[in-house]
């Protein structure tokens, strides 16, 4: 099975600020990487799909990059509402499917 | 648009069964290259895929809850299915269905609002 692994495992920030995410897979898993957010007590919500592709209207601050083992999520500006879990998931080679531990943006 | 809603019982005994149905509006579970999916969130911890059913009714389970796990469809009414047997508090966590794009297209949307399933006595 690939193995996901984010870093950091949490942050703090400023509004305003500008912040990066890394996600990094076991094996090559080309640019089948997707990034979801979360906030507390809510579904998580599809941000972006292999690895650089917006989802539906999500705000244009957020950005993915990447390719092979090592992707990044770059919120440019964060804003109030962008204060969540972050999680990252690969389809390269599946199933099972797996996700990252999770990043948690805080203030 | 498409919607998914998930619902059951928010309380099951060690031992038994765990049923939860999600009801999809807005698609269809036949649609060709779906897969109808169920992932749970442990209660302060990260996303785990528990498995999921294609168009085709084949379905794919996750190693570790394989030999306690069913999920189904039921195309007639439009929703799918999970049951996991001989809970234990373990298994108590948020469940969530999803839609899994196709081959090619990996990611899950949208999501239903999840359901809390506590196991205790």
């Known amino acids: 099975d690939i193995q996901m692994t984010q870093s950091p495992s949490s942050l703090s920030a400023s509004v305003g600020d500008r912040v990066s995410i890394t996600c990094r897979a076991s094996?090559?898993?080309?640019?089948?990487l997707h990034w979801y957010q979360q906030k507390p007590g809510k579904a998580p919500k599809l941000l972006i799909f292999d690895a650089f592709v917006l989802g539906e209207e999500v705000p244009s601050r957020f950005s993915g990059s990447g390719s092979g083992t090592v992707f990044t999520l770059t919120i440019t500006s964060l804003q109030p509402e962008d204060f969540a879990t972050y999680y990252c998931q690969q389809s390269q080679n599946t199933p099972p499917e797996t996700f990252g531990q999770g990043t948690k943006v805080e203030i | 648009q498409v919607h998914l809603q998930e619902s059951g019982p928010g309380l099951v005994k060690p031992s038994q069964t765990l049923s939860l149905t999600c009801a999809v509006s807005?698609?269809?579970?036949?649609?060709?290259?779906?897969?109808w999916s169920w992932i749970r969130q442990r209660p302060g911890k990260g996303l785990e895929w528990i498995g999921y059913i294609s168009y085709s009714e084949t379905t794919y389970y996750s190693p570790s809850l394989k030999s306690r796990l069913t999920i189904s469809v039921d195309t007639s009414k439009n929703e799918f299915s999970l049951k996991l047997s001989s809970v234990t508090a373990a298994d108590t966590a948020v469940y969530y269905c999803a839609r899994r794009m196709g081959p090619g297209r990996g990611w899950f949307d949208p999501w239903g609002q999840g359901a809390l399933v506590t196991v205790s006595s």
């Open positions: 094996q090559n898993i080309n640019n089948h």
């Open positions: 807005g698609d269809s579970v036949s649609t060709a290259d779906y897969f």
